[in-house]
Nanobody
Framework: EVQVVESGGGSVQAGGTLNLSCTIS????????VGWFRQTPGKERKGILC???YSSRIERVPFTISRDNARNTLYLQIRDLVSADTAMYYC?????????????????????WGQGIQVTVSS
């Protein structure tokens, strides 16, 4: 059974930095592209960054995505948090997952989703 578990969310002050983690078990992590998405109530889920198995780190300020294949874990760092970063954050895995900042995604096209983790930015 594949399990996708996000951690590290919660309430954070504006201007701060947040680090999210996503550990995926039950599959060969190295064979999968993985990524982070986010969603706010009433809006569709949007891509933040995705990373394939050949890369270890991608930065798109203020976001940095990285993966540790030895730990089956994906990370997301968000710097200089603003209230607009308040959302539910989702980790995803699929052999052919691709996304860019703000890209739409068909949820059914992705093999595995985490349950989501809430991030709330307060000023």
């Amino acid at each position: 059974e594949v399990q996708v578990v996000e951690s590290g969310g919660g309430s954070v002050q504006a201007g701060g930095t947040l680090n999210l983690s996503c550990t995926i078990s039950g599959l060969n992590f190295r064979d999968y592209s993985v990524g982070w998405f986010r969603q706010t109530p009433g809006k569709e889920r949007k891509g933040i960054l995705c990373i394939n198995s050949y890369s270890s780190r991608i930065e798109r300020v203020p976001f940095t995505i990285s993966r540790d294949n030895a730990r089956n874990t994906l990370y997301l760092q968000i710097r200089d948090l603003v209230s607009a970063d308040t959302a539910m954050y989702y980790c995803a895995a699929d052999r052919s997952l691709r996304c860019t900042w703000g890209s739409s995604i068909n949820l059914e096209d992705v093999s595995y989703w985490g349950q989501g983790i809430q991030v709330t930015v307060s000023s």
